[in-house]
């Protein structure tokens, strides 16, 4: 977003100012909401809007997360009941009653638990999907992790880059409150339980040895470049 800002300059000697200027040449200027705020407003309200910006962002982005975490795991929950209605069509196909029983047992249980995976005893076909829709779900939780662990890790260094401009432009004060903020942003719980959720799958790469300031790597996993997740192939 921009300001339009009008600046009012007296005439030099000499100059004629045209007849609906007022005899006031005008000069029209663009600006940031940043900017504009620096030029009107103290340097702690400045700061705060900057903070808001970040904040604001942050958490979108980290709504953007759950909900395509929830879509992954919608899209597991809708592969196992159309893999049970391919599995049954087989079945009658061959005549195999049994099977087709087993099949509608297990879509009874499907609706009866809310979209969990059923457990028990089973047919080995129908525990085969099973353990497909389990590593689905899985898998999408854990790519959550990765990606509320990715989206902090951005908000950091953000707040970096803040930081630094503050201290070039000797804001050092505000400077100090950013990097008091950045320095809680790992340590929120959710992304703290995320992390080391990750560590104990072994997505997280350790940093090098002796690396100052290094922080541990995320190892991501491949995607669809449909952005969705490979179910029940």
Do not use: H
């Not at 600006?31 to 705020?37: G, M, T």
């Not at 975490?69 to 079945?91: H, P, R, T």
């Not at 509320?148 to 951005?154: D, E, G, N, R, T």
Request: include cysteine; glycine fraction near 8%; hydrophobic fraction near 45%.
């Amino acid at each position: 977003m921009e300001f339009v800002i009008w600046r009012q300059y007296g005439l030099a000697a000499g100059k004629t100012a045209r007849p609906d200027s007022g005899g006031i040449m005008r000069r029209k200027l663009t600006c940031s909401v940043a900017a504009f705020l620096g030029l009107v407003l103290p340097g702690s309200v400045v700061l705060a809007a900057q903070l808001s910006d970040l904040v604001t962002q942050y958490a979108k982005d980290r709504e953007a997360v759950a909900w395509k975490c929830v879509e992954k795991q919608n899209a597991a929950q809708i592969g196992y009941s159309n893999a049970l209605v391919a599995l049954e069509a087989g079945f009658k196909s061959k005549g195999n009653l049994e099977g087709v029983l087993a099949v509608r047992k297990e879509r009874e249980k499907v609706a009866a638990s809310a979209g969990k995976t059923p457990e028990g005893e089973t047919i080995p076909e129908i525990a085969d999907l099973r353990a497909k829709q389990k590593k689905a779900i899985s898998d999408a939780a854990l790519d959550e992790k990765r990606a509320i662990v990715a989206v902090a890790q951005q908000y950091v260094e953000k707040l970096k880059a803040l930081e630094r401009e503050l201290t070039v432009a000797d804001k050092i004060e505000s400077a100090v409150e950013v990097q008091q903020k950045r320095k809680k942003v790992m340590d929120e719980p959710d992304v703290a339980a995320a992390m080391a959720a990750l560590k104990d799958a072994g997505a997280v790469r350790p940093a090098g040895a002796g690396t100052p300031g290094k922080s541990d790597e995320v190892v991501t996993g491949a995607e669809p470049k449909d952005g969705s997740t490979a179910l029940f192939n």
